[in-house]
């Protein structure tokens, strides 16, 4: 194992100490328990929104804490669910009197702590909703979940609903909004390489040198197939054959289109893997109104690649195209 790092089981914490002393303008971190909330928190009269997960994944979720986007994200462990408490403690944060909103990957761990937080924070008077993503069409079940997992548009959903939360919207048509995202969103994602957590010091799987896992999950669990490496363009049409087909999308859609990486894919590799989308999806008739392209839902160094689409109407796309200020995803 090569990482840079100082202590495996310090990881976390130095990481978020980092984000502290980078982002102390934007975001506070509180470290007992571990979470990152946006400076100005609470922001009265206000919808607050908090999402997270297990580390391992950044940007995600710390990264988008910010104006116009999340308010607080619950980091846990590497590749481990956070704790009821922290995100107790997170909504009470970013209380402002007009409710919170949690945006939940569907995970089996993620989706029991937050309802204790949930319920523990209604007991408490906070009105809580929230909100499951399982955007990812690879497979119906996986190590982590049951149901499918929730996966890049999850991002999507943080961005769309932090800026309908930034202009006042209720929480009721937060939430609505945060499931018609979802409704509308479909993944799917491949691995060229496994990665290795801190803690292991070994690869989460193996994959030979001339092998490939289509429908990976962010954790390295197991995907649709695992067979013999192949073209950009043979790896694009299985991966949106497979998202196109389930929605379904139709000629004359408008998409968001989100190419991410899954870690330790240069960029080169994938604007290779947008060209190939753009084609893919022009060949059907269905238009890419806004683009997302680079590293926002990793795996650790993990090599490999996921696809997003999100059906567009023209309030999605102004929602989309609101200011957002985060360390991981800023315009306007």
Known sequence: ?????????????????????????????NYDPMYIVRADAPVQGKVGIVSGGGSGH????????????LDAACPGEVFTSPTPDQMLE????????????HIVKNYTGDVL?????????????????AVVTNDDVAVQDSLYTAGRRGVGITVIAEKICGAAAEEGQSLADVAELCRKVN?????MGMALTPCVTPGSGEPS????????????GIHGEPGRYREKLASAANIVERLSTAIVDDLPYESGDRVLAFVNGMGGTPLIELYVVYRELDRFLSGRGIA?????IGNFITSLEMAGCSITLLRLDDDLVRLWDAPVDTPGLRWG
Request: hydrophobic share 40%; charged share 30%.
């Open 113 to 129: 702590n937050f309802e204790m937080a949930a319920d523990l924070a209604k007991g408490e008077g906070i009105d809580v909703e």
């Open 183 to 187: 409704g509308q969103g479909r993944s």
């Open 90 to 101: 997170a909504t009470k944060a970013v209380n402002g009197g007009a409710g919170v909103l």
């Open 58 to 69: 950044e940007p995600m979720h710390g990264g988008f804490v910010g104006r116009g986007m």
């Open 1 to 29: 194992m090569k990482k840079l790092i100082n202590d495996p089981d310090a990881v976390v914490r130095e990481a978020l100490e980092g984000v502290e002393a980078a982002h102390g303008d934007n975001v506070r971190v």
């Open 205 to 216: 799987f193996e994959l030979a040198d001339d092998e490939m896992e289509i429908g990976i």
């Open 288 to 292: 890419i109104e806004r683009r997302l």
